[in-house]
């Protein structure tokens, strides 16, 4: 019954729309019909489009014929609404049938026959067919171009529809490239607030999205919608895809409190301009459930999915992917619940649904069954597992024998796109392969876990190459974390098993490559450019639009106005459309830049050999902790556990309060406790193996970055500070961001032209006698004014102290300084580490407002060989994944300061001036830069009180880089000398026998 009603109700309202029309031809009939179906359409009622579309169809064949200009974009129409519904190939069949009518005619305008490749390209792009979808693009694309030139609006909007298609691809970068062409044209032949624009920065919130560039997604997103507003009115059904984008973008950035608003936004815009029955306003529930569930409201959660799977089965067709990705979401709420049985319910209808398309979206196949594959993990059956991930990478394959039933096959990387799905897959595998091996004790199964996780970093490094910013890169540095642990884990495994040196090798190479990736590739950003060819006058540009960027970013964290905000994207993208234009003439730079420079086992223990040391390298994940000790002689590596204990030890250490310090004894127990566990976990037993070593070189990871590993000691027999037996008594220490550095360090040559040797500042801040302890908080210190002149009487320099100590002089004068040294207050945001910074002092004359963030020292050009940045926690930050610590001291780093003095805690400003004046001292004797620190420092405890002898005082200042002695002293300045005095006798010598007579 409710069947008949529904057809006298279609019926009626077809014969209401006709009513009109008796006493019409055909062809007017058609006419009318063809014109309400595109109302429809662009109403977003596709069924009532479709029937108008079909009536206007088949009375233009009956009047006109098949060959006719109007069936053919009649044609054209129903594969629009067909594309709309995601019936793939019945679109596709219109758009052919419509494009051999065009093609017949003699008079068929060619940008029209354009718009069929278009759609074509559009439908495949949906079908995840990117090759396919490449070339109707690129058809269309030359018949554009024929019509109405290079620069048109028509041919920008080509290059934008190849970037959607390179987005879906993973190719990112020439994604990215494919839209600065579109907005390079926008801006020449549109207006600056057309819905062209609203179009193109849409797309671009979808690229960063992607890619992890999450508050640039937002800004092009929010710049989206604000045009969009411009040409539509509130209610406009195309609106709430642009609420979603940017709730989308904070969604996945973590902001999901502030996401919320804008999914809830999306929805009642969708319930209010196209209905509470439409599809979309059933993609716009599946939204909401997406944040609910993440927001940890699962009911919600289920309530909004199964809201949405009601629209949907009302109104699409019961395989349709929106329909089936409903399934998906309702199976991944109850695995988050724990209820795998149930999840695998939902998963296996997906997969039923699916298996009744032709061409079902590759990548919801893929999370289905990775999905799938997971459940059977968490059940400890890992041949269950491998199968469905072999299902799935079966579903990027190119090529058709990929044999899923073969557990240990795997496809060649050159038979698969690069894309963080496959990347996913690879990952479980080699987890799964993991816990076969752990269960039946084979190494084959260790291989082939070792063997996926490999495949899965080749795959992350070409997918390094598509990511056109460093903070994409950073994120997806965060996804390949998990990857490069796993790997480590297993090479180690591999060791155990097989007792072969080459694993250890192997495990150590994967170490090193997975640290500070971007700050290498930053440095070696100038060589990558000279070696790819690229002229001076290029690069000047580049260095030119870069600095224009960083001071458009500078005013924006000083004003976050619309005006500052839009001069920030104008300088982005000129320095983008710059950067891309560099690539395009000169491929080999990218990979130049982009390359990770490989790590030779052997080339390092020469170098040990060469400074009596030892290098050891930490490795953090899953509570695991690996150690690879690398000498002259061999490489060791161990496994210790890295608990909650292990976490809390580290924060003890670093937090330790001067406060807490004063007549506390159990406090200082707890404290040297803390020192001792530590120690037997990171050093234990090594101490035989450093016998007669001078040197350690430390490349830590992720939290102990913040460790300072001279104050590690045997738990003493009484608490006494001063007497402790600290690594430091054994041996200088230094750090490396990673063993990759400290190979190639003082390989380049290092400059000799700098204007001075020395500049050091001492801001003073207020008038106040009453000077403060530390050197936080912007109070007057009592001893950093003496602790650069003292530094300053070992060279030929400058200080600029008092209110002369200003950032502006800063600024003008530590370009051309060999030597930079900084005592002065510090401030650490570990929430938001561009905001951190050191202060000078305020002058009324200045542009500059005595504080110079990190935002600022990433954007300067600092070539020193040593910076000492005296002041509170500037070593400290927020961790990256993969990058390390985000402290001023790594700032420095990145403006090229080829080593950097930094505190990891607060910094007591008396013991500091001591220990610096101690340390220069040293260092003009000629010693290296970390033998100067270990002898000032072991001077201070010499002359500490018990109090004052607590590694509080003293262990907080630590030296990453290069630790060559300086090039203007000690040993190597008077060798100097003694070259240029030799140099002055023989020519004394030689003018003597020139003029005396024989």
Known sequence: MKLVLTYLFFGCLLVSWNLPLYGQSSEEIADDNYKKGKEKYYDGEYEIADSLFQDALQNYTATLGQNHSKVAKTYRRLGDVYRRLRFHRSALDYY?????????????????????????????????????????????LGMYREAFGEVSEKVATIYMNIGINQTKMSNYRDAERNYLKAFD??????????????????????????????????????????????????????????????????????????????????????????????????????????????????????????????????????????????????????????QYERALVYYRTVLDKFSQREAPPPKLLAQTKRAIARTYLLAEQPDTAIYWLNRGLKDFVNVADFRTNDLYANPSLSEVQADKEVMNLLRYKAQAFSLRAQQQGRAADWRAAFQCSRLAIELINRLRRTYPSERSRQYLNEKAASVYGASIEQCYALYQVTDSIHYLQQAMELSAQSKASILWQHLQQDQARHIAGIPETAIEV?????????AAREAMADSSSNLSRRQLQEAELAFLQAENELERQYPNYNLQRLALAPLRIDQ??????????????????????????????????????????????IEKVRSQQLTQLLGQADMNTHFMEAIARLDQQLIGDLRSTLAGLDHLVIIPHDRLHYLSFEMLAPRPQQADFASMNYLLRDFSISYQWSAIFWLKQGAEKQRSDFARNFTGFSPAFSDTTEAVAYRTLPYDLRYNEEEVIGAQQYFSGIVRKGTAASEAAFLELAPESRVLHLATHGLANDQFPLQSGLFFSATSDSLEDGFLSALEIYGLQLPAEMAVISACNTGYGRLA??????????????????????????????????????????????????????????????????????????????????????????????????????????LVIVFRRRVLPT
Not at 618 to 630: A, E, S
Not at 923 to 931: N, R, S
């Open 96 to 140: 052919a049938q419509g494009l051999h009518i065009a093609e017949g005619l003699p008079d068929y305008p060619l940008d029209e026959i354009a718009q069929f490749h278009m759609r074509t390209g559009s439908v495949y792009n949906q079908m995840y067919r990117s090759r396919e979808a490449q070339a109707a693009f690129q058809r269309c």
């Open 604 to 649: 390092l223990q020469a170098k040990l050999a060469k400074t009596r040391s030892a290098l050891i390298d930490y490795f953090y994940h899953d509570d695991q902790l690996f150690v690879f000790v690398l000498t002259e002689n061999g490489l060791k590596a161990f496994q210790a556990k890295a608990d909650e204990q292990f976490r809390t030890d």
């Open 881 to 986: 994944t993969g990058e390390g610590v985000m402290s001023l001291g790594r700032a420095f780093s990145y403006a090229g300061c080829r080593s950097v003095l930094m505190s990891l805690w607060l910094a007591n400003d008396q013991s500091t001036s001591e220990i610096m004046s101690y340390f220069y001292a040293h260092l003009k004797e000629g010693y290296a830069k970390d033998e100067a620190l270990r002898l000032a420092k072991l001077n201070y405890l010499d002359h500490a009180d018990p109090v004052a002898a607590h590694p509080y005082f003293w262990a907080n200042i630590v030296a990453i880089g290069e630790m060559e002695p300086l090039t203007t002293t000690g040993k190597g300045f008077k060798q100097q000398w003694l070259f240029y005095l030799l140099g002055l006798i023989v």
């Open 185 to 338: 044209i926008y801006q020449e032949v549109a207006a600056p607030n057309s819905v062209a624009f609203n179009r193109i920065y849409l797309n671009m919130s979808t690229l960063y999205r992607r890619i992890g560039d999450y508050d640039r997604a937002v800004t092009y997103g929010e710049n989206a919608l604000n045009i969009k507003l411009m040409n539509y009115p509130p209610d406009h059904p195309s609106i709430p895809k642009y609420y979603r984008a940017i709730g989308r973008a904070l969604e996945q950035s973590g902001e999901l409190d502030k996401a919320l608003p804008y999914f809830e936004k999306t929805l009642a815009l969708a319930i209010t301009s196209i209905g509470p029955d439409h599809p979309e306003t059933g993609g716009a529930y599946g939204e909401l459930g997406n944040i609910k569930a993440e927001l940890g409201e699962y009911d919600a959660a289920i309530a909004a999915y199964q809201q949405a799977l009601q629209i949907m089965e009302r109104r699409l067709d019961l395989t349709h992917p929106y329909l089936v990705g409903g399934y998906f979401n309702l199976g991944r709420v109850y695995e988050n619940q724990g």
């Open 542 to 550: 580049i260095q030119r639009l870069e600095r224009n960027l960083q």
